[in-house]
């Protein structure tokens, strides 16, 4: 166990994430911590890891004070978790982007891909995701009315 506890559950909020990279590191966590893996509807595991609890808005959720935003007109399921206290924090997967500035933990290379595909400027609309997943504009309006004052974009999410 670590300084900040043990992982007991993997969440996956979007079937879109990096493409065929999807899910990669959830076999380690899920066999290494023997953790639920929480996915949002019709999502596929590209190894033979089965979800253990689905991801809803109706779904009572792991921590106290999180709820979960579904885009319902996206192509590829896609989620949003809201941690309630504290003004809110939003988190997000692919759909919404939170990039800022280049980190100094990105390669030179990494650093020009990400910014060539629109991952960089401040709160945005992933660029790529809205064009594969095709949701409609009406659902970040929804958004908009969410009770949050931070936005933060996990790699994953663990917990």
């Avoid at 996956?12 to 949002?40: I, M, R, S």
């Avoid at 290379?109 to 609309?125: D, E, L, T, W």
Wanted: proline share 4%.
């Amino acid at each position: 166990m670590g300084a900040l506890g043990k992982v007991q559950h993997v969440i996956e909020l979007g079937a879109y994430h990096l493409g065929v990279h999807n899910g990669l590191d959830d076999p380690f966590y899920v066999q290494c911590y023997n953790a639920k893996l929480w996915t949002v509807s019709d999502m596929e595991h590209k190894q033979v890891l089965k979800t253990t609890d689905a991801l809803t808005p109706q779904t009572t959720l792991p921590i106290k004070d999180l709820a979960m935003f579904q885009f319902d007109s996206s192509k590829m399921s896609e989620g949003l978790l809201l941690l309630k206290p504290d003004g809110g924090i939003l988190i997000a997967c692919d759909s919404l982007l939170n990039g800022g500035k280049i980190a100094l933990l990105f390669s030179e290379k990494a650093a020009v891909s990400i910014q060539r595909a629109g991952f960089i400027p401040a709160a945005n609309v992933g660029s790529q995701w809205y064009k594969v997943c095709e949701q409609q504009s009406v659902e970040c309006e929804r958004i908009l009315l969410m009770p949050f004052g931070i936005y933060c974009l996990p790699i994953v999410l663990l917990f």
